[in-house]
């Protein structure tokens, strides 16, 4: 068989432990037999970034905007505990995606990996729900005061011209507590254009909840700016496309999507969407299955999984013993980037390559050959055996050359 061209690199990120060594068996195994792979490599392993002194992670973030697609290993974000496993460490270097999410100013989009075997907790979701947080600001760019006296708290702004205005947040005549919070235009633009590329580029609707009947001046704003930017530039496609831009308030949002049967894409505030993906996560199966996605607003997409670097199955590994890790969301960060630089590239034989991987591991998956992680989720009468992952992506790989033969 001859393999499928590429024309475009595709922005590879390695990273550590578990997953880096997941990531070698998926190439080795699912993609190098079939694609004549092209790619920027990029070694995000911590050691790599310690060496560098992360130079490496912008290096990728940067390569990554200019080819428009990336994929990325999941990498350790050094805490107190890791500069102790590794002495050599220079700093306790930032977190990788952080780094890559400031760059490309973009919205990672969570959604997870959905099959008929494991049925979601939420038995009318027949579909994934992608949910859109936005990363900046509010509760958590906010600054906190107790006070213990009975007073006023006022809100001033000081512009650069010397214009000056104040509110009035409250008097009380006891201890209280406040809060200042903010966002900025720019960020929110940046989210909303982000939410509507992906709804185009994944054919989904859109949907977008706040609370502005409470918060009519602060959420009237993140409602304001979604409206302006689908009018502006969005809506002709969602028409031509057939698909729908809801704004609803969040507690509706939050009773139209537990009824619903999914395929939507949720966007949310910041705090909102911290709990709703949590929320939607555990209502769906594993975090060994939640795919993720980082989108720009000029379109430009990363793709990885949303768990980390299995640090308990990586020790066992080094043991000398196999483990049975799941390679789903691994599998599905390097589906996508095929698909979205096949579609790119107009290369339907590399977007297809893309598809047939993310069938291929369902059909095996759907064959009750799985990692130990989702045996236990499966539907009552449904048969199913754990494997290792060598033995798990073996099974694939062979359904995958049926396929592509
Ligand atoms: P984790 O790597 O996601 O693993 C937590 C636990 O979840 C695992 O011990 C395992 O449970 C289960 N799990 C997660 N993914 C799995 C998979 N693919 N297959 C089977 N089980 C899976 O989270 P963590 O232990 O909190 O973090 C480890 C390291 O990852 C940290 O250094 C952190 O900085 C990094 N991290 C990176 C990213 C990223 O790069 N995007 C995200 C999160 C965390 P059992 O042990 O019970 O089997
Ligand atoms: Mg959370």
């Not at 027949?126 to 006070?147: C, L, N, Q, S």
């Not at 006023?152 to 947040?169: M, P």
């Not at 909102?272 to 997409?301: F, K, Y």
């Amino acid at each position: 068989m001859e393999k499928i061209k590429m024309t475009t690199p595709i922005v590879e990120m390695d990273g550590d432990e578990m997953t880096r060594v997941l990531w070698k068996m998926i190439k080795d195994q699912l993609i190098l037999p079939f694609v004549d792979l092209k790619t920027e490599y990029y070694d995000l392993g911590l050691l790599h970034r310690n060496d560098t002194d992360d130079q490496v992670t912008v290096d990728a973030a940067k390569a990554t905007q200019k080819y428009g697609v990336g994929v990325k290993c999941a990498t350790i974000t050094p805490n107190a505990q890791r500069m102790i496993e590794y002495p050599q460490l220079k700093k306790m270097w930032r977190s990788p995606n952080g780094t890559i999410r400031a760059i490309l100013d973009g919205t990672a989009f969570r959604a997870p990996i959905v099959l008929p075997c494991i049925k979601p907790v939420v038995k009318n979701w027949e579909m994934p729900i992608t949910i859109a947080r936005h990363a900046y600001g509010d509760m958590y760019k906010a600054v906190d005061m107790v006070t213990n006296e009975p007073g006023t708290a006022t809100l001033t702004f000081k512009g650069v011209s010397g214009k000056e205005t104040t509110l009035n947040v409250q008097s009380v005549d006891g201890p209280a507590i406040f809060q200042g919070q903010h966002n900025t235009e720019k960020s929110i633009r940046a989210f909303a254009r982000s939410c509507f590329q992906y709804a185009i580029s994944t054919k989904q609707d859109l949907w977008f909840s706040t609370k502005d009947t409470i918060a009519k001046v602060y959420d009237g704003e993140f409602k304001r700016i979604f409206q302006e930017e689908y009018d502006a530039t969005y809506k002709t496609e969602f028409e031509k496309l057939g698909l729908t831009y809801f704004y609803t308030l969040i507690d509706d949002a939050v009773a139209r999507i537990i009824r619903s049967k999914g395929g939507m894409i949720w966007a949310l505030k910041n705090y909102d969407g911290d709990v709703m993906s949590d929320m939607v996560a555990a209502a769906s199966g594993s975090l060994a299955m939640m795919t993720s996605v980082l989108v720009s607003p000029d379109g430009t997409m990363e793709f990885e999984a949303a768990h980390g670097t299995v640090t308990r199955h990586y020790y066992k590994y080094c043991k000398g013993e196999k483990t049975s890790t799941n390679p789903m969301a691994t599998i599905f960060a390097w589906s996508g980037a095929f698909k979205q630089r096949g579609k790119l590239d107009h290369l339907p034989e590399l977007e297809k390559f893309g598809e047939a991987m993310e069938c291929t591991s369902l059909e095996t998956l759907n064959d009750g050959i799985m990692t130990k992680d989702l045996v236990s989720l499966v539907e009552p009468g449904f048969t199913a055996h754990a494997v290792n992952s060598d033995e798990f992506l073996a099974a694939i790989a062979q359904r995958l050359a049926e396929k592509l033969a």
